[in-house]
């Protein structure tokens, strides 16, 4: 788990800053936004684990199963990656400048972010798992088109292509690549996981199980509303460089992230073996030499 994710942050705090410097920009500080900050997103958070504590009591009076109470080291450590995944968005974002806050410094608003993760990650998962007891949903994502299975090894090459691509990109031209910049931490992630022959929330698609896409998106959408919404109403100041759909769909992604990494944080908790990086495969004909007498 561990090496991941180290691999992980180390791409996505040096690419953005080696992307200006090839191209011979410098990096401007945000703009000074007025406003309250700290109070909403402390009043936004409450509402998220208000919210995770009420869809947990549903999944546990349906199914006898609580994450709350028979997983909460998971949820732990689940809150603590949240927390990194925050901060290393709201570094992001000093690139790309899709929101600005009241934030009165670079460092400020990193720790705001990694706030506002310590229980967006962990709601999503709960959320999640709600979502699937929803039968509808279910049968929706189940047995869809599925789309044509690639080997590893050049499937990883191909997403570390792109997420590599929108990171440089969007921070060069973030204008033009915002589109793509934001789902090249998710790519990044899927591409480590082939690396480690570990499973991606993509995964399911060759199958034509997409459960864990919509459900993973439709978490992500719901747990962001409410925070959004929540930190608006208690006054909170946010100025967003998206239109509406542009949101969901950022919200989607967002979904979609906290969930494979709420997978890695399981993988190591579930005390499993993990595999090294995908090793050249041997010459498949044995060669049989035979010694002169």
């Given at each position: 788990m561990l090496s991941r994710l180290i691999a992980?942050?180390?791409v996505l705090l040096l690419i953005p800053p080696s992307a200006l410097t090839i191209a011979g920009m410098?990096?401007?500080a945000p703009a000074p936004v007025a406003g309250a900050a700290w109070l909403p997103a402390l009043l936004s958070m409450l509402a998220v684990i208000v919210f995770c504590i009420l869809l947990d009591t549903l999944i546990y009076h349906r199914t006898n199963h609580s994450l709350l109470r028979s997983q909460p080291g998971y949820l732990l450590w689940s809150s603590l990656a949240g927390?990194?995944?925050?901060?290393?968005?709201?570094y992001l974002n000093l690139f790309a400048g899709s929101w600005f806050t009241p934030a009165s410094s670079p460092t400020q608003a990193l720790l705001l972010a990694a706030l506002c993760g310590l229980a967006l990650l962990p709601a999503v998962s709960i959320a999640r798992l709600w979502l699937a007891g929803l039968p509808g949903l279910v049968r929706m994502s189940a047995r869809r088109f599925a789309f044509p299975a690639l080997p590893s090894e050049p499937a990883a090459k191909l997403l570390l292509l792109a997420a590599l691509t929108g990171l440089i990109g969007g921070t060069v031209w973030p204008g033009h690549l915002a589109w793509l910049f934001w789902p090249s931490p998710l790519l990044l992630l899927a591409a480590l996981q082939l690396l480690w022959h570990e499973s991606t929330v993509f995964s399911g698609l060759v199958r034509g199980d997409w459960s864990r896409v919509l459900l993973g998106s439709l978490a992500g959408i719901l747990v962001g509303g409410i925070a959004l919404a929540t930190y608006r109403?208690?006054?909170g100041v946010i100025y967003l460089g998206a239109n509406t759909w542009q949101l969901i769909a950022g919200m989607a992604v967002s979904g979609l992230l906290c969930l494979q990494i709420g997978d890695i944080v399981a993988e190591h908790w579930r005390g499993r073996k993990r595999a090294g990086l995908l090793r050249k495969k041997p010459f498949p004909v044995p060669i049989v030499t035979k010694k002169e007498p």
């Open positions: 992980f942050t180390a410098e990096w401007e927390a990194l995944t925050g901060a290393l968005s709201a109403l208690s006054g």
